[in-house]
């Protein structure tokens, strides 16, 4: 009877595919960034120009983190159109979609 040896694996058949890399690294990034806002008291990131904001815990849910984004600190009050706000400064209240 013949014993059926697997085929060894090479170094590069073990890699991850280039897109799961990426996706690793930028997890890596969103972890350091992560733990800054942490340690420096801030609530998440916005980006000044209005189009979005993020909590620490779900940085980056669009996937788009980049050099626009900005620490900040969640803004007190309510808003129509949004489940929260982030920006500059802490305590400040929202100004956005109520009427």
């Known amino acids: 009877m013949e014993t059926l040896k697997k085929p060894n ?6 890699r991850l595919p280039a ?11 969103i972890d350091v960034i992560e733990t800054h806002l942490e340690k ?3 609530d ?3 980006n000044s120009n209005g189009e979005c904001a993020c909590k620490r815990g779900d940085l980056a849910p ?8 900005e620490p900040g600190y969640v803004l007190e009050g309510e808003c ?9 400064t802490k ?3 929202v100004e956005c979609g109520l009427e």
């Open 62 to 69: 669009c996937g788009q983190m980049d050099g626009s984004c």
């Open 19 to 29: 897109k799961t890399k990426q996706r690793e690294r930028m997890m890596d990034i």
């Open 80 to 88: 129509a159109d949004h489940d929260y706000h982030i920006g500059p």
């Open 9 to 14: 694996q090479s170094k590069s058949s073990r």
């Open 91 to 93: 305590g400040a209240k």
């Open 44 to 46: 998440g990131l916005f």
């Open 40 to 42: 420096e008291g801030f």
